[in-house]
């Protein structure tokens, strides 16, 4: 089966840096890989996604990119603001009735 | 209009009590999850549901067992509850006709077994 990998557990930034988290998967045959963020008691929410058919994809201040190569997609967010602290997880799947795999998850905390 | 919801938000009980949770989606989605987080936040799926197939992780104990009236509700139902049951339960829905099965989470419920 799939398995993703995510780091770093941890970042830690200063409000307007940039931040990047980036995952790992295994399977060759995934092709979508979702990305949501989690605030302090609610559910995770799809923030973006990207396809096997895309290298990258931006959303205003955040990006996503994906190298079906090495296995490895990325999430970069810029200009942070402290309402972007939260758990982001990474996911991959091939789509289709697949159910995701996610990665750990990545706590970010952006001081004001 | 809330996509997913879950009740109670918090539950708080003895070990070995029974106890559910509920969920609903107003979606339209054909499938249903019953996911567990732990303390350090790892997501674990426990459970996919649609009126034709129940899938289990092997790995979640025969005392949790999902239980569907409808297509818009997934309930949760746990027996004789240990400690180590105690985690947020997110359900979730979507649609795995789309090309894409994006997951919709509801809020959680906060289980603590005492």
């Known amino acids: 089966g799939e398995n993703v990998e995510q780091h770093p557990s941890t970042l830690s930034v200063q409000e307007g840096d940039s931040a990047v988290i980036k995952c790992t998967y295994s399977?060759?045959?995934?092709?979508?890989f979702p990305w949501y963020k989690q605030e302090l008691g609610k559910g995770p929410q799809l923030i973006i996604d990207i396809r096997s058919n895309v290298g990258e994809k931006k959303d205003q201040r955040i990006a996503v990119t994906l190298n079906k190569t090495a296995k490895h997609f990325s999430l970069h967010i810029t200009e942070t603001q402290p309402e972007d602290s939260a758990v982001y997880f990474c996911?991959?799947?091939?789509?289709?009735?697949?159910?995701?795999?996610f990665g750990r998850g990545t706590s970010l905390i952006v001081h004001p | 209009d809330t996509a997913v919801s879950q009740t109670p938000k918090y539950l708080v009980t003895q070990m070995g009590n029974d106890k559910s949770i509920k969920c609903e989606q107003n979606l339209g989605h054909d499938t249903m999850y019953w996911y567990k987080q732990d303390s350090k936040k790892f997501l674990k799926i426990m459970f996919s549901y649609n009126n034709k197939e129940l899938i289990i992780n092997e790995t979640v104990p025969n005392r949790f067992s999902p239980k569907s009236p409808d297509k818009a509700h997934l309930n949760l139902h746990i027996n004789s509850l240990e400690l180590g049951d105690s985690a947020v339960y997110f359900c979730a829905s979507s649609q795995v006709t789309s090309p894409y099965n994006e997951q919709f989470f509801g809020p959680g419920t906060r289980l603590t077994v005492l």
């Open positions: 399977d060759s045959a995934s092709n979508y």
């Open positions: 996911a991959a799947s091939r789509g289709g009735s697949y159910i995701p795999t």
